[in-house]
């Protein structure tokens, strides 16, 4: 019987069967340190232009030539909710007050974008060797040109529908995220959080239900949570939170230290912080505004009246409205050298013999 973490090395040039999650903040000596240990860095690319893009690419083919991934969300845009997005604005007004922020004073940052055609033209040029989508795909001919310069596509599935629906479109394997994962639920047929599955549900439904690699994401952070996916039939694991913690990743001092402080119980789903569905540690922000808020603005825009008060909480040293991802797996994140928990985690493999 062939492997399918052999095989999925062999297909995209990797020594281990293992993916640095993307995630929006550590720095790009991260996945160049995964990268160049054997693994498969990625760039989270949905906060950046296309020029940043290419920054952080150059970067990281300065430290390695191996493989890495760029990840992109494929959300749709949403309109703008005036009415909406004011009343979000008056119930944030106590906390603006407490932080001395001036509303008007206030200018909108950048917001995470969807994959487009300047996106598509970055990737054309760059050539990465793989290309990852959150949120679904782009559409069918931005799709096409990221095929075209060679990249290798990989999907994001909740649910073994969402896995079908990406498995007809081509991509060449799929991330099963389960509901233990940090950061965005990946989810994009359905809104309904009440219908997500847990990791160890999701990826033998997954692999029964399609013919291409899949990779695990979600809870794992170690070399027995590895372990599991791959007797599950995963032919590779992604990782996101056991990697903040390495030192490369470059944590800001308030997420590195709730991080540290985390209990089993201290991650929830959250719409607070940008109006989809996403887990992290509790905050105050959390715990007064959700953590599900359903008169939140429309992802992205609910970021927009966060921003502030995440930026003036942080001048103090605190992390009372940033957003903290991370997944259950967060007391387990303990490994500080990002090569080392990469060759740990493939080492799952070898409790399974």
């Not at 991330?175 to 999701?202: N, P």
């Not at 609910?302 to 909480?313: D, K």
Request: hydrophobic share 50%.
């Amino acid at each position: 019987m062939s492997d399918p973490r052999r095989a999925f090395c062999e297909r995209f040039g990797l020594e281990h069967p293992v993916i640095q999650a993307p995630m929006i903040g550590p720095k790009p000596a991260l996945a160049a340190e995964v990268s160049a240990a054997g693994g498969l860095g990625s760039i989270a690319c949905a906060a950046m232009s296309p020029d940043g893009i290419r920054a952080e690419v150059a970067a990281l083919r300065a430290r390695t030539g191996r493989p890495f991934n760029l990840n992109f969300f494929a959300h749709r845009r949403a309109a703008p909710d005036p009415e909406r997005e004011a009343a979000w604005a008056a119930r944030l007004a106590p906390a603006y007050r407490a932080l001395g922020i001036d509303p008007a004073a206030v200018t909108p940052g950048p917001e995470r974008a969807p994959f487009d055609a300047g996106m598509a033209e970055a990737v054309t040029a760059l050539r990465p060797p793989v290309v990852s989508f959150h949120f679904g795909l782009p559409e069918p001919e931005l799709l096409a040109a990221v095929r075209a310069a060679g990249c290798r596509i990989l999907g994001c599935a909740t649910t073994v529908a969402e896995a079908r629906w990406l498995a007809e479109r081509g991509v060449d394997a799929i991330i099963a995220q389960g509901l233990e994962a940090g950061g965005h639920r990946g989810l994009f047929l359905s809104e309904d959080i009440a219908g997500q599955v847990g990791t160890l549900a999701l990826v033998p439904q997954v692999v029964d239900a399609v013919d291409l690699p899949v990779i695990a994401a979600g809870g794992i952070a170690d070399a027995r949570g590895s372990a599991a996916a791959f007797a599950l039939g995963a032919a590779a694991v992604q990782v996101g939170t056991a990697y903040l913690a390495c030192e490369a990743a470059g944590l800001s001092a308030v997420h590195a230290r709730a991080l540290a402080e985390a209990g089993d119980a201290d991650t929830a789903l959250t719409t607070v912080f940008t109006g989809r569905p996403a887990r992290g540690l509790r905050n105050r922000a959390m715990r007064e505004f959700g953590p599900i808020a359903p008169d939140a603005p429309a992802f992205p825009r609910a970021a927009v009246a966060l921003q502030p008060l995440r930026v003036a909480a942080e001048a103090r040293g605190s992390g009372d409205f940033t957003p903290l991802w991370a997944g259950q797996g967060a007391p387990l994140a303990k490994v500080r050298d990002a090569a080392a928990l990469t060759r740990a985690l493939a080492g799952g493999a070898d409790r399974l013999r």
